[in-house]
């Protein structure tokens, strides 16, 4: 089993739709937790990170389920920009990050 | 954040050759990391860089195939040794984040193709 898993995708999402999509961890002992964006043959970017309470940053909407041991990420009112591959990161600790294999998301016009 | 260049940005090499991406960072940091991300799949720690001491390799990674150097706190190389096609990847290297330990923040990435 991976460590960190996400749907792959393409999730193609209409302009000005909303779009959400989940991760799943595997360390329960995790203490930290992110999406990263990553544009085609570019390096990754912190998109934000995520918080226990949940997290909003405009259009974009964070929650961590620890229970369940999810990360989700909801983008509203889709741009044409926000199409790229979004990549849930875990923190286990020790200043390592755990990388899922990312879910792309495609907004058409 | 941190600014980070890499060089090369890409290289095409022959099997068997080596060669040695460089990592600039405009600040000093103390935790760099060395990452790779083959063709459609997501990126893997290949080791953390330390900076007066060996670097900490994955299990996977050795460093007779990825030799990393650490001179400095600004500065890393990683060399990619005895090539071959299956190592065309994209390496990237990365930093800790100024105010979170957890955060990192990456280079542009050398692409790398083995004929």
């Known amino acids: 089993r991976k460590e960190v898993e996400q749907d792959p995708g393409p999730f193609n999402v209409p302009e000005g739709a909303t779009v959400a999509f989940n991760c799943t961890y595997s360390?329960?002992?995790?203490?930290?937790f992110f999406w990263y964006r990553q544009d085609c043959r570019k390096e990754p970017k912190l998109l934000m990170s995520?918080?226990?309470s949940g997290n909003e940053d405009g259009r974009f909407t964070a929650q961590l389920n620890r229970a369940s041991q999810y990360i989700s990420l909801l983008i509203r009112d889709s741009k044409l920009s926000d199409s790229a591959t979004y990549l849930c990161v875990v923190a286990p600790g020790w200043g390592k990050l755990q990388f899922g294999a990312g879910t792309q998301v495609v907004v058409t016009p | 954040s941190a600014v980070i260049s890499q060089k090369p940005s890409r290289d095409i090499c022959q099997r068997g050759t080596s060669l040695t991406i460089q990592c600039q960072v405009d600040s000093q940091v103390t935790m760099m990391f060395w990452y790779r991300q083959q063709p459609g799949q997501s990126l893997t720690l290949i080791a953390t860089?330390?900076?007066?001491?060996?670097?900490?390799?994955e299990s996977g990674f050795v460093i007779d195939k990825f030799p990393i150097s650490r001179p400095n706190l600004t500065f890393s190389t990683l060399t990619v040794s005895n090539m071959s096609p299956e190592d065309s990847s994209i390496y990237l290297c990365?930093?800790?984040?100024?105010?979170?330990?957890?955060?990192?923040?990456f280079g542009p990435g050398t692409r790398l193709t083995v004929l």
């Open positions: 860089a330390n900076q007066g001491s060996e670097a900490t390799y």
């Open positions: 990365s930093v800790e984040g100024l105010s979170s330990t957890d955060t990192q923040y």
């Open positions: 995520v918080y226990s």
């Open positions: 360390n329960s002992a995790s203490q930290s």
